[in-house]
């Protein structure tokens, strides 16, 4: 038996520092639901991921009465719906999500992502069907999560289609301004996307995983800011290990929840995201531990050095508790979903460029920010281009989520409620960049992408 | 099925026997037993084994809830593998 402190703590975590796991992610190919007809497609996609997912909510609820961890959101990733629907002659694919969206909600799942392209090297006309289509999808479903992939180190970025996306951002927040302009809040532009992420609103099932496979996400940012506060005089490199032992508890935790879904559902484990997630809920914050570090306000000078350090640690602690790390793997640092991010930006401590330097030290972007709604697509669309540079520079992931909150400027927020929080709406720098936005074409790989 | 119980509260007369008679009328065995208390704060750890159990693992943690709640105190039941994996190398 584990030692009477060992189970002491796991039950302390839990019930004092909220201790859960994130998302039970079941990927699922649609590759074999590929057809001219769109009706026939449609059909065949709603009824493998209403017979993929049949008992997905079911188990993972099971495992978490049993464990006595909760497990919080229960989704599904599926393939990149614009080699789906590329085989029909549809001009808009929001038909295609209105079937994930039914199917989404005939298992129960919370979100369900991979209304999604992928276009670092150029689009296909179903790549570009599928993006033009993305307002109008994430405006008439509740549960479709898109994304679309712009960059990679190996490809460069895709200078076409950061632009277009300047303006897809925009018209996503237009079309669902009377509802807090949520639908941008459900689009992720990605730079080195992952196929096996398990986390939205970025989640695609990639065409290299197996026809069904269990992701798990783990989180934990309340356990890691707990064990630091009981050191307060520790050195750095003291409280990276610290970290590094907190972080293989709660990777174990969520090694064992997905292998143990998993084979219940009678599929592959894929892959453990050991993502310090945060939300709303006080003590549930990333930004609270990068203070407890000793930086005042979060988004002050030494932010971003104790964010490497952090990133850093949970990496190393995840990756010795499971062998099967992938995803997106680091610190989460999305504006509205964690209450010390909320605090900061709301008494302006921490700005859209300190966020940006934030993101080359850890996973992921620029992430559930509100900005003016007014804010030129253009400018969207170089901020887009800047995140993704540091992703391909860096040979990591970046993304971007930008919220332009139609009707609102600076000192408004847009409230969403729930894990989604609230997002005071942050200013942006307005230097022109339509110049540059609008030479298109792409900005080449960089020199260290080739390795061959 | 192995199991961990935990009980968290306020010390108080018969609270390991309103456990363990739940535990016996679910055909649960006790393996081990250890206990604290700490500035009047109780606690208990319980190693249990659930193979010849009667009823459903939801409905014993239901009407150890349910006792915990009658008693003022925190009543946990969870599956042994998760402290294993947690705490071991």
Redesign the interface.
């Known amino acids: 038996m584990a030692l009477f402190k060992d189970i002491m703590e796991t039950v302390r975590m839990i019930d004092k520092e909220n201790l859960d796991i994130r998302t039970t992610t079941m990927g699922i190919s649609l590759l074999d639901c590929i057809d001219h007809d769109p009706h026939k497609s449609q059909t065949r996609i709603y009824d493998k991921i209403t017979h993929s997912a049949e008992h997905l909510v079911e188990e993972a609820d099971k495992i978490a009465s049993e464990i006595g961890i909760p497990i919080v959101n229960k989704r599904i990733s599926v393939t990149p719906m614009a080699l789906i629907a590329g085989a029909t002659d549809l001009k808009n694919y929001a038909p295609f999500a209105e079937t994930l969206d039914r199917a989404a909600a005939e298992v129960g799942v919370n979100y369900i992502g991979g209304f999604s392209a992928l276009v670092p090297k150029g689009a296909t006309k179903a790549d570009n069907i599928l993006i033009q289509s993305i307002p109008e999808a994430l405006a008439s479903t509740e549960h479709v999560c898109a994304s679309v992939n712009i960059g990679s180190t190996k490809a460069g970025i895709n200078m076409d289609c950061v632009k277009l996306m300047g303006h897809i951002v925009k018209q996503c927040a237009e079309l669902t301004k009377d509802n807090e302009s949520v639908g941008a809040s459900k689009l992720v532009v990605f730079c080195n996307a992952v196929e096996d992420n398990p986390f939205m609103a970025g989640a695609f099932h990639g065409v290299g995983q197996p026809d069904k496979v269990l992701h798990v996400g783990v989180s934990g940012p309340g356990v890691v800011k707990v064990a630091l506060e009981k050191n307060q005089h520790a050195t750095m490199d003291e409280l990276a290990e610290i970290i590094k032992k907190t972080a293989f508890k709660i990777t174990r935790a969520g090694q064992f929840v997905g292998t143990t879904v998993a084979k219940r559902l009678n599929i592959p484990f894929g892959i453990l995201d050991l993502s310090l997630a945060p939300t709303p809920a006080i003590g549930d914050s990333v930004a609270r531990i990068i203070e407890e570090m000793g930086i005042q306000h979060c988004g002050g000078p030494g932010t971003t050095a104790a964010l490497a350090m952090l990133n850093d640690a949970v990496k190393k602690g995840g990756i010795m508790a499971s062998t099967s790390v992938g995803g997106l793997s680091g610190a989460f640092i999305p504006v509205s979903e964690d209450e010390g991010m909320i605090s900061a930006a709301r008494n302006g401590h921490i700005t859209i460029e300190k966020l940006e330097a934030m993101t080359c030290v850890c996973s992921v972007g620029l992430d559930m920010i509100a900005i003016p709604g007014d804010t030129p697509d253009d400018t969207i669309s170089a901020i887009i281009a800047d995140e993704a540079a540091i992703g391909m520079v860096n040979n990591k992931t970046t993304a971007c989520r930008l919220i332009p909150a139609i009707g609102k400027t600076v000192g408004d927020e847009v409230t969403y409620g729930g894990l989604f929080g609230s997002a005071p709406v942050m200013p942006v720098n307005l230097s022109d960049a339509s110049v540059f936005v609008n030479r298109g074409g792409k900005i080449p790989a960089p020199i260290h992408s080739f390795k061959n | 099925m192995r199991a961990?119980v935990?009980v968290?509260g306020k010390d108080k007369i018969g609270v390991i026997y309103r456990v363990s008679e739940i535990l016996s009328q679910s055909k649960v065995n006790i393996?081990?037993i250890?206990q604290?208390i700490l500035q009047d704060v109780f606690?208990m750890?319980m190693?249990v084994d659930l193979s010849k159990s009667n009823c459903q693992?939801?409905e014993l943690?239901d009407r150890l809830d349910a006792l915990g709640k009658e008693i003022g105190m925190?009543i946990?039941?969870?599956?042994?593998?998760?402290?294993?994996?947690?705490?071991?190398i």
């Open positions: 961990v935990t968290i393996e081990d250890s604290t606690t750890v190693l693992f939801s943690k925190t946990r039941i969870q599956n042994e593998d998760i402290f294993n994996a947690m705490h071991t």
